[in-house]
């Protein structure tokens, strides 16, 4: 019979050498052996079957999912709205006084504002259907109770990797800071000035009175719209050792240990979900929600899903009580599990701060499933963070070992109270 022994909690809690020796060497083998695991691509999709059959060794269930979506929208508004507004500058300064040129210039913006608004701060579907679509997969493993199942909670990550953002690379938080407050600045700039010039037909005096401030704005916040303009390196695909390997095999050596030492709860099962495509907007975990509702939101089973994401630094370690740049709210009971499992291995695990991302447990909070997220990266977005610095050489140990702990702390702890 499997043993019934609490999983090992404390803050003196140590992870097997071998299981230390099994995350890194994972993260390894993936990086190096399935390249580019962009949203719907190949590599991503054949990242995933070896996810599948890696925990087919020791769950009693795994199961892949197919999805379709259209990657390229979550990143390729960007582009497309920052021409919005270097056309309608454009407009601003050289129309004639055409009065359809005069409605073009404050409509571009207005859609570039648009984009900003549903595809990147609520993580929206807005111009999707602009972009090729594509097949991306989800995969979900469970070891199973003893007993009958009345709670579940699933530990996840994700597969898929990001283009590289070259303001990242090159200058970090600072220029990364300029790029996205300058590239917000200038899209309401360009929209107010195109309203403006609207209400004024079209012809206003560019260089004298209140319209000099108006123009010379204008001119220099074009600076870091080109900035944004160019944010994503298309050419190079990071390798996402820590953005998101981590958490993929953090979630993976939680049922690893408790099939290595034979352990299974009562009645509560425990699960991994590895999703796809989560930089192109979460889309993976919005599709796994949405097809698995019924399970997910089973009244008879307490579940809960805490999500992990970059779990590079451990001063940095986070509760994700909200996201997609804070217009979604997380479960306050998961977050409260994951505080207890934390003080339960020494760390006292604050909220994150507001910032312009979100991790996986959003696309479930949104459905009114009980999610939260885990993070350890530093919101100073650091020069690794989207970059071809994110390597197998670049993790940290001790940082995959303590949220190993937490998790397994946060099963033991689920299992005897639930959240």
Known sequence: MPKTTPLPQGPNLKAKDSTKAYMLDGIR????????????????????????????????????????????????????????????????????????????GAVLPALALA??????????????????????????????PQGEVKRRIIFGGHTDVAHEWRLTYWGGAVLMGVGIGGGVAAVVATLVAGIINLVNGGSPAHWQGGWLVMSIA??????????????????????????????????????????????????????CFLSGSEEAGLRGA???????YDMLADPNVETVFVALDTMREVEELRVCHMGCTGTVRN????????????????????????YPGAVDAE?????????????????????????????ADNVDVDCLTLSLNICKAAAEIFDKEGA
Not at 47 to 73: N, R
Not at 76 to 89: D, K, Y
Not at 116 to 133: C, N
């Open 286 to 292: 919005r599709a796994f929600a949405k097809m698995n």
């Open 115 to 144: 984009m900003a608004l549903f595809e990147f701060l609520f993580y929206r579907s807005f111009i999707d259907f602009l972009f090729p679509k594509k097949v991306s997969r989800n995969v979900y493993a469970t070891r199973k």
């Open 29 to 104: 083998h993936v990086c190096e052996s399935y390249k580019a695991r962009l949203p719907g691509s190949q590599s991503e999709r054949d990242a995933q079957a070896f996810f599948k059959e890696e925990l087919a060794g020791y769950s009693d269930d795994v199961i892949m999912q197919d999805f379709t979506l259209h990657p390229g929208a979550f990143m390729g508004w960007l582009p497309i709205a920052m021409t919005f507004v270097f056309a309608s500058v454009a407009i601003y300064f050289f129309n004639p006084g055409i009065l359809a040129l005069t409605i073009l």
């Open 363 to 391: 696309a479930f909070s949104r459905l009114g499933l009980q999610a939260c997220g885990l993070t350890g990266v530093s919101h100073e977005a650091k020069r690794y963070y989207h970059t071809r610095e994110d390597t």
């Open 218 to 271: 204008l001119l220099v916040l074009l600076v870091p719209a080109v900035l944004m303009l160019i944010l994503v390196n298309y050419k190079v695909a990071c390798d996402g050792a820590n953005d998101n390997l981590s958490a993929n095999y953090i979630a993976m050596a939680v049922l690893k240990d408790m099939h290595d030492e034979d352990i299974r709860f009562g009645n509560t099962e425990v699960a």
């Open 331 to 354: 479960s306050k009971r998961v977050a409260k599990l994951i505080r207890k499992a934390g003080v339960a291995c020494g760390v006292d695990i604050p909220n994150t701060e507001l």
